[in-house]
């Protein structure tokens, strides 16, 4: 296939082609009529789920290390991690991975995440809209989507990113043309020792009757504000200045980030680290009713030393996430809540001159739980070198797509821009059907 | 003009008939490749990003992006997957027809009927043996559309022809024009405002002014199109002008039938005056004085006093600062904070002295030597980075658009999306930087140094750099293709530089004016700021011209540009809208509000609590919009959007209002600090022998720049009287004040 590099930037290859899937289609005994019965079902937008998580895992999960293994490949491209048997018989992953083993039977593994694109801004806002654009994010991400469409209702935001949203250089994953009304909110790092919420408890003690006497004199002096709400900046300052009142003094807020109010013994199964507590506060999240939630778990990108660095991280990965689908079950929350797990990218088959895997858009490893999603379901492959899919690529759209019919959002829906353009939410993709038996 | 030839010519080859003497239509002519194949296949979108376009194609079909590569096209269309795209025996059944007609499932749909135009020409093509590009063939040299600069009132329609200029070889006398409407893709800048059908029939659907948009080969054509709000206004309905700024903005306003506001009070004007220029509040004191001024020039004094502050310095270098990228770089940094801090104090003294933008902008282009000795090579030193070869990094997008306002960066891949900039013109343009080399050492082990010369060896080669798409080699050109001479031996950014600052370089120039002028008025002319081409023009093209040219015949007195604009009547409206400006946001008919700088804001809160914020590493008392190096960890900063000077882009600051800004400002910490520290204006206030209304009077002075009215004095004066604590309720007061806002914008 064709492969051309600009630059040292950005590297464009090829995907599957008409060819090749018309190879692969035939073999898996697709016919035309049984494609557009699928996209018929997929229209359909009964709500499944009340709430998503996503796990991103920024800079690229390396596959072949986790959920891919290819233990007859060549060494350099098999790596050094043996596969191990799971719960699911015929099912193995990564040695690194032994409480994921244990709860492969909870969730559905999709081996065929594929895309065009090895760089990681434009991949990862890719991934996070589930439209292609550029670097610099132009269409608005699944959360703030989700955000626009269920409303601010509540005093909890309904989209949070914990501790942040991803980035590399700047910010990734924002709410572009819908504006900063839907843009994340931001939970900082739950595994700091005394973690709160920045601003969220009040600063100070203070009487009901201040705080309304504050509330007084602010109306009083501030009557320049009604002046100006042609002004947009200046209206959605009034709202936040609402939104943010009503957050400081509402329990529930305060409740569903007290992530000391969870026994030592959870925090511990979870993993102390960021990303162990972050992914028990996204749980407290969903609890408390919050729609989307993003777990920004960045560090991937290993292009050198891959072992020394997965020895170490793979572990931690391993346990929270293993923990939280746990813990979602026991407390009967995967029946509404969906769980996807991906980054922008796999990471390439050979292992390079510094003993790591590079970008490679190709192909990726990625998990879905939950909210209907047939659990034990193995979907999807890639080669023999783990380089290409060979069956049922699964795009950005599709994995987009799929999530906002889960939550009952119509993925084709046209949202308005500021200067009321008419802008589909998804331009492309649908719901990936099998993984809803 | 030769469209009615055209019109009948079209079917048997267009470009083949304009140069080919008498055998012009006859049915053996032969379509062209280039100006009839590859245009149809954008003017259809078949090219485009979102399908057969994107990198890897769309269902294994694969066209180059709006076709900036069309041997690659042609390859593709004719040969690849043993040309079964295209029929020779039957073309009418060639796939690629079949599919662009929807005979067979297309996802892109059916996109033209059999024996339309296309459909013809492109059997006529694929008869003719499917000729790929041909060497000789006439090169277009100019488009434009007709009507240009037009009325359109509302509902009304207006169909648009594009017209090519061509010449029949390069650099030739012999110029045709040819009507190219039928192979344009046609775009609106501004689609709410004006529909464009694929056809170029132009509908104005709302009031406002918008550019029509045809793209044919490598050019790009804009005409403008304006539909009032209402009736013209007279001229004499607005304020008397002060000077030529308002003269274009209120002539402008008046054809749009949009009114203007009022003239702002003095208490506005004189906060507004201080925020925008010197970014921080004026003092009760300043703010005292100019109300009881009773001199009919006091604006004008006031003015003039506010740019000679040590303020007006250092708010302006934070500018320059945010557009030349001054920051630590993050890994292998080789200057330290030191460097930052240099380049800084070297912006500070081209502000403090008024340099003339083109000198200093001559000074960071071909700046050479060490961090030590020159400062300015610490522009090289972050938008190089590590790349070894300079052209082949980032400085080559950032000097356009740090410099020129231009976006060439897509280029490096494909040609610009919406400009005529091409591949070609992208590595042209880097070749000015491939004469650099830097020495990069660690700052604990020695000096880095910027030379603008290769070592001996290298420095014998021709200048220039390789397009690695073609593989051929091209010298430096600037990407207006001006034809300037390098020579090898000299450092080619010294062309660079002289191009630059020609008097006639519009994007030089204009880019800074764009950038000034949004500073003041909260919206460029042209938006966004740094994103200046033909397709993208100013809202106000009379204003523009004079703003520029005044910039130019004044040797870039950024002053006296700035005196201009502060004292015009423009600057000086109210910013509450009346009936009929309302929707406004682009003609300046009324001040826009906005919020506060991040740095800006937090001097704000520090100076009117008297309570300055601690930075760590600098000296106590040193403001927000003084320092230096945007690494510096600060939570307020960074929630309220500094920028983080990674890119060029104008667009890195922020100044959205966000939820968590909310929530700092009207609970954070660091705020209950500021008002209960034992040394803030707050606890000095309540030992204060002044009246209770006298207090009250400061307090109103430090936030909002203005006496409370009578309204807000009793509401005041009842809560006070009921209150337990004194100091709990200035508390509250104070708190008050600066959660409003008023205080929060500027406005």
């Keep these: ?437 | 003009m030769k469209q009615k030839n055209t019109l009948i010519c079209w079917v048997s080859g267009l470009i083949a008939f304009l140069f080919s003497g008498n055998s012009y239509c006859s049915a053996e002519t032969v379509p062209s490749f280039l100006h009839e194949v590859m245009p149809l296949l954008t003017r259809y979108g078949c090219n485009q990003g979102a399908c057969h376009g994107k990198g890897a194609g769309q269902n294994g079909f694969k066209l180059s992006l709006r076709g900036y590569a069309p041997e690659l096209d042609h390859t593709w269309i004719t040969k690849e997957f043993l040309s079964r795209r295209v029929d020779s025996a039957v073309p009418e059944e060639s796939l690629l027809l079949r599919k662009a007609m929807g005979e067979i499932p297309h996802e892109g749909g059916r996109l033209f009927s059999k024996n339309s135009k296309p459909h013809q020409v492109l059997v006529q093509w694929l008869k003719s043996g499917m000729p790929g590009p041909l060497k000789n063939e006439p090169k277009l040299i100019g488009l434009k559309i007709i009507p240009n600069n037009m009325l359109l009132s509302l509902g009304q329609k207006q169909q648009l022809q594009v017209i090519g200029t061509f010449a029949d070889k390069k650099d030739s006398p012999i110029l045709k024009e040819v009507d190219v409407t039928w192979l344009t893709k046609f775009a609106v800048a501004d689609s709410a405002q004006m529909k464009l059908d694929a056809n170029g029939l132009l509908e104005a659907v709302r009031p406002g002014e918008t550019a029509a948009q045809a793209f044919f080969e490598d050019q790009v054509a804009v005409a403008t199109f304006t539909t009032p709000y209402k009736a013209p206004i007279a001229l004499t309905a607005y304020p008397k002008a002060n000077n030529n700024i308002d003269d274009a903005v209120f002539r402008k306003l008046s054809a749009l039938g949009i009114p203007a506001s009022a003239v702002c009070s003095d208490e506005i004007f004189i906060r507004r005056l201080y925020l925008d220029a010197s970014g921080s509040l004026p003092q009760p004191q300043e703010v005292r004085l100019f109300l009881a001024d009773k001199n009919l020039n006091k604006r004008r004094i006031f003015i003039d006093q506010v740019l000679e502050k040590l303020e007006f310095v250092d708010y302006w270098t934070l500018q320059f600062a945010d557009i030349f990228q001054n920051r630590k770089e993050r890994d292998h940094d080789v200057r330290g904070t030191k460097g930052v801090r240099s380049f800084h104090a070297w912006l500070h003294d081209q502000v403090r002295n008024n340099r003339p933008w083109n000198e200093l902008c001559k000074d960071i282009l071909v700046s050479t030597g060490t961090t030590a000795e020159n400062p300015a090579i610490g522009y090289f030193i972050v938008t190089v980075g590590e790349q070894r070869e300079a052209h082949k990094s980032e400085v080559v997008a950032s000097v356009a658009q740090s410099f020129l306002g231009t976006r060439i960066g897509c280029a490096q891949c494909h040609n610009h999306p919406l400009e005529k900039y091409t591949q070609d013109d992208y590595f042209r343009f880097s070749g000015f930087f491939s004469r650099m080399r830097f020495d990069r050492k660690d700052p604990k082990e020695g000096v880095t140094t910027l030379f603008a010369d290769l070592n001996k060896e290298d420095q014998k080669k021709p200048l220039g750099v390789n397009q690695p798409r073609t593989g051929e080699f091209l010298s430096p050109l600037p990407i207006d293709r001006s034809p300037i001479v390098t020579n090898k031996d000299t450092d080619p950014r010294l062309a660079l530089a002289a191009w630059m600052t020609d008097p006639n370089n519009e994007s030089f120039y204009g880019a800074f004016v764009n950038r000034l002028w949004k500073h003041y008025m909260g919206t460029g002319l042209v938006e966004p700021v740094d994103d200046l081409r033909s397709s993208n023009p100013p809202s106000n093209k009379e204003l523009w011209a004079f703003l520029k040219n005044e910039f130019i015949t004044k040797k870039c007195d950024i002053k006296h540009l700035t005196r201009l604009i502060l004292n015009s009547q423009v600057y000086q409206l109210e910013s509450g809208t009346i009936s009929g400006n309302e929707t406004d946001t682009r003609f300046y008919s009324h001040y826009y509000p906005r919020r506060l700088g991040a740095e800006v804001m937090l001097d704000a809160v520090s100076t009117a609590t008297g309570v300055a914020e601690v930075f760590s590493g600098y000296p106590e008392g040193i403001r927000a919009i003084q320092v230096p190096d945007p690494g510096l960890r600060s939570y307020f900063l960074s929630v309220f959007g500094r920028s983080e000077r990674v890119t060029a882009c104008a667009c890195e600051r922020s100044g959205e209002v966000s939820l968590p800004q909310l929530l700092h400002l009207q609970n954070g910490k660091w705020i209950t600090d500021k008002l209960s520290n034992t040394n803030g204006t707050l606890k000095k206030l309540l030992l204060d022998k002044r009246s209770d209304k006298e207090k009250i009077d400061e307090l109103f002075l430090l936030t909002l720049s203005r006496m409370p009215n009578p309204t807000e004095n009793k509401t005041i004066a009842d809560l006070l009287n009921k209150a337990e604590s004194k100091e709990e309720f200035y508390q509250d007061t104070f708190w008050a004040l600066l959660n409003t806002v008023e205080f929060s914008f500027n406005h």
């Design chain 1, 1 to 437: 296939m064709f492969d051309i590099k600009f630059g040292s930037r950005e590297k464009r290859c090829d995907g599957v082609g008409r060819r090749n899937f018309l190879r692969v289609g035939s073999l898996a005994g697709l016919s035309l009529a049984s494609v557009l019965q699928m996209e018929a079902k997929a229209k359909s937008n009964k709500a499944r789920a009340k709430s998503v998580i996503l796990v991103y895992l920024g800079g690229g999960l390396t596959h072949h290390d986790s959920f891919d293994l290819k233990p007859d490949a060549p060494e350099e491209i098999r790596g050094k991690y043996k596969p191990i048997e799971t719960v699911v018989p015929g099912l193995r992953i990564g040695e690194l991975l032994p409480n994921m083993a244990k709860v492969m039977d909870k969730i559905a593994l999709v081996r065929s995440g594929a895309h065009n694109n090895d760089h990681h801004e434009t991949a990862t806002n890719w991934v996070m809209s589930g439209r292609f654009g550029t670097a610099f994010g132009d269409f608005p991400a699944i959360g703030a989507v989700v955000a626009h469409e269920t409303g601010l209702a509540g005093s909890i935001p309904p989209y949070v990113a914990v501790p942040k949203n991803p980035s590399f250089t700047w910010e990734l994953g924002k709410s572009a043309y819908l504006g900063g009304r839907f843009e994340s909110f931001k939970a900082g790092d739950p595994n700091d020792a005394s973690y709160k919420v920045q601003d969220l408890s009040p600063s100070e003690q203070l009487s009901i009757a201040r705080v309304e006497r504050r509330g007084t004199l602010r109306q009083a002096v501030d009557q320049l504000a009604g002046k100006l709400d042609n002004a947009e900046q200046v209206k959605t300052f009034g709202e936040f200045q609402q939104r943010a009142a009503e957050l400081v003094l509402s329990s529930k807020a305060r409740s569903a980030f007290s992530i000391d109010r969870e026994s030592e013994k959870l925090r511990d199964r979870y993993g102390r680290n960021t990303f162990g507590q972050s992914c028990l506060l996204a749980r407290r999240l969903v609890e408390h009713e919050v729609r989307f939630v993003t777990v920004n778990y960045g560090g991937w990108d290993h292009h050198a030393k891959i072992f020394e660095s997965c020895d170490k991280k793979l572990p931690e990965f391993d346990k929270g996430l293993s923990a939280l689908i746990e813990d979602l079950h026991l407390r009967g929350l995967m029946d509404n809540t969906l769980l996807a797990v991906f980054g922008e990218f796999g990471r390439s088959a050979k292992i390079n001159k510094d003993a790591g895997r590079d970008h490679w858009g190709q192909a990726a490893s990625l998990l879905f739980a939950g909210a209907g999603v047939k659990p034990g379901l193995v979907l999807g492959a890639t080669d023999k070198l783990g380089s290409f899919v060979t069956r049922r690529p699964v795009s950005p759209a599709d994995v987009a797509y799929t999530i906002l019919d889960s939550l009952g959002i119509d993925p084709r829906k046209q949202l308005l821009s500021p200067d009321g353009r008419p802008i589909e939410i998804l331009d492309l993709g649908e719901t990936v059907r099998e993984l809803y038996a």
